[in-house]
């Protein structure tokens, strides 16, 4: 095989990925599929697809034995269902975020994915951005030396968002925050302590009966002396979208720029003292050395696209989305690092190659769950939780 067929579902968020399929080398026939025919019918025009390349019906699809994989971009609430129906159904399964909406979803998942024997991708788009994967990098090199401590947040304001999103709970869906602080430890998640702040208007407590504007979480990862911290909003809070990351390294740390306009910055411990001047009460005047020196640095973080087939390459920088034609979890999310293609790229290619996909069901169930169980230790008071050992069910 060194061709799939592949049905792309859900033709809002969606239709950034459809092109990138079509022009990905080892993609045979790319079908769109959408429950509005007037959304579908938009999508088809916009890419000259014939009438055999869309649909409406996702039974058919679904049994359709040309298709090999599917790629899901519906609402939250259907992640789980529709991934079991497809794995079930024997396709490949590729599924936007969150994987779940509780850890009970998360095990039907995996269990599907077991007995059909087919590939499951957890489509997170911070695992590969740009900037993930220069740290990723930097890291990997020893020049950070030993990591001691990472945060990372997902700021986003949802006001005016599709009304299935009303109150949704912060934590209930972090991946965006934590995903790439978990890979950079090596680790999996143990346990996870939780606090909320703040307080949302009364409608938007009642869908979910989360009160919190912000919730915050602990994470304690096994087998390693390193802490996350992680935090979320998604109303009531007077601040830009960001999804954001700070990694403090023995010898060089990295933080997030706090605005779009900036860059990150690097922080570089060079090893010698800091000189510094102060008087006594003589007035003579006398040196101390004092803490390290420390150099600090904006960076210009490097675009991948090499690492795709070149006819993909271009989408890290080009996308379906403008000012006439937006979608929010795309321009709000600043293009996602040029993340899309990656995705694409490793979803088709461990089909092609027989393997697991990056991220798998597995890494998608502790990147969902500790979020799930962050949102219950804070809904509890701050009750320390562990985190089911999914690495088990392999």
Known sequence: MDKINVAVVGMSFGLEFVPIFLAHPNV???TIVDA????LQAA?????????????????????????????????ASHAPLSVRALN???????TIPMGLNIDELHQV??????????YMFMETTLYEREFLYIQELAGSGKMGR?????CAHYQDMEGWPKYWDGFPPLKHPTHAVTPCVYLSGK???KVYGRGSGRVREELIKPYGCPFAFESALINMEESDITIEMERFLYGVARSYSECFRVYGEDISFEWQQADKEDPILFERTGALKKVEIFASTNEKERYLRGSEIT??????????????????????KTVYNNENTHLSFTQGGGHGGSHPHLIHEFVRSIIEDREPVPDDIMGAYLTGVGILAHESAMAGGKVIEVPQFKKLR
């Open 36 to 39: 509005n025919e007037k959304i």
């Open 28 to 30: 045979g026939k790319v």
């Open 89 to 95: 159904a024997g396709k490949h399964c590729a599924c």
């Open 44 to 76: 088809k025009e916009r890419y000259s697809l014939g009438d055999n390349q869309s649909t409406t019906n996702l039974d058919a699809v679904l049994a359709d034995p040309e298709i090999d994989a599917i790629h899901l971009l519906t609402p939250p």
């Open 188 to 190: 999996f998640p143990e």
């Open 110 to 119: 995996i269990e599907a994915r077991k007995k059909s024997k087919k590939r």
């Open 147 to 151: 990591i001691q401590y990472m945060t």
């Open 296 to 317: 600090e640095r904006r960076i210009k973080v490097p675009d991948y696209a090499s690492r795709l087939p070149e006819e993909i390459a271009k989408f890290t920088t």
